[in-house]
């Protein structure tokens, strides 16, 4: 089996530990992760995934953060996949002499091991071997392949440029729902019945599938009424090529639902401290403000002497102290968005 060092992505968005989750939460939705550098030395510190915002729902990166087993350049890709499905991650880092060295995805493993799958078959085609021979060559990669896509669940499906079905996984089965469920069979052609799939429905699947085989990744996020439940789903389209020549697209769905429904939880939480924040700097400011205004009004025109003037001082030390406490708080909340 290859190594992963031609799969990883040298190119990546990076941020540091104390930036919102609403600043990057846009980035992370669309990339699917995210670096994380420390704010003074640019260290490396982990990599954000909107799964780290599902387990760990907090307002800063650092309280996100999950650890992550790491991977070597020279990691071969079935040990990549067997670490990524022991650790339910679908990216992880890659660290070459104790230097961040990219991203390794777990779909683009995939997709390379579907590509292996036709080369194969192609070969087994042209040369003369046994037929023995070819059955097992094949049956090995399709067993790989279903095993991988079966191991996730996302509904995935594999369809050749003209839209025909190559490969579909049980998710994508139990998830077409009834009637197009008798039609979702392996050489039936998916732009005829796209529409009538649920979780299809919230995507434009002609305008998406054909962006794809020219080349262009598409991401589309959608909320659908599902079994009489609110359900969002993120459905991803990928070219798929082989030497440089297009054998299809790869349609990946899944239930993004409960992240969907932390990042509302997180905006309603959010919306309650900027009241608060707003209560503090302007509203309980203004009372503080007035008895200020009063003991130097009467520091002036008053002539104290003895326990009063004392009095009227501590009650001067004691209000200004309150102001610079309400400030303090209000400082320190102000990377609420």
């Known amino acids: 089996m290859a190594p992963i060092s031609k799969f990883i992505r040298h190119s990546y968005l990076t941020t540091s530990q104390y930036v919102g989750i609403n600043a990057i939460k846009a980035e992370l939705a669309h990339s699917n992760a995210i670096v994380v550098l420390d704010e003074d030395t640019q260290a490396f510190l982990g990599v954000l995934t909107p799964f780290d915002l599902i387990q760990k729902p907090h307002n800063l990166v650092v309280d996100c953060l999950s650890d992550k087993p790491v991977l070597a350049p020279d990691c071969k890709i079935e040990e990549a996949l067997e670490v990524m499905e022991n650790v339910h991650a679908e990216v992880l880092p890659v660290i070459n002499n104790m230097e961040l060295e990219g991203l390794i995805y777990k779909d683009d493993l995939i997709r390379f091991l579907s590509s292996q799958k036709t080369i194969l078959e192609k070969r087994a085609n042209n040369k003369r071997i046994t037929i023995q021979r070819q059955n097992e060559v094949i049956e090995k990669a399709y067993r790989i392949e279903k095993a991988l896509y079966y191991s996730t669940k996302s509904a995935r499906l594999l369809l050749a440029p003209d839209g025909t079905v190559l490969f579909f996984n049980q998710t994508a089965y139990e998830s077409s729902g009834a009637p197009p469920i008798s039609l979702l069979h392996v050489g039936s052609n998916l732009r005829q019945y796209a529409n009538d799939i649920p979780h299809l429905v919230g995507s434009n699947f002609d305008r998406d599938f054909e962006k794809a085989l020219h080349g262009e990744s ?13 359900v969002w789903l993120r459905t991803e389209y990928n070219p798929v ?75 001067e030390v004691s209000t200004k102290e309150l102001d610079d406490i309400i400030r303090d708080i209000v400082e320190k909340a102000s990377f609420v968005e």
């Open 241 to 315: 090529t082989v030497e440089n020549q297009m054998v299809g697209v790869s349609v990946v769905t899944t239930d993004i639902s409960e992240r969907k429904h932390n990042e509302l939880f997180i905006n309603r939480q959010n919306e309650v401290l900027r009241e608060i924040i707003h209560t503090q700097s302007h509203v309980l400011r203004r009372p503080v403000a007035n008895i200020l205004g009063l003991v130097n009004l009467l520091n002036r025109k008053a002539q104290m002497e003895g326990e009063d003037k004392m009095v009227l001082s501590m009650l």
């Open 218 to 230: 598409v991401v589309v996020e959608s909320e659908l009424l599902y079994k009489e439940a609110g």
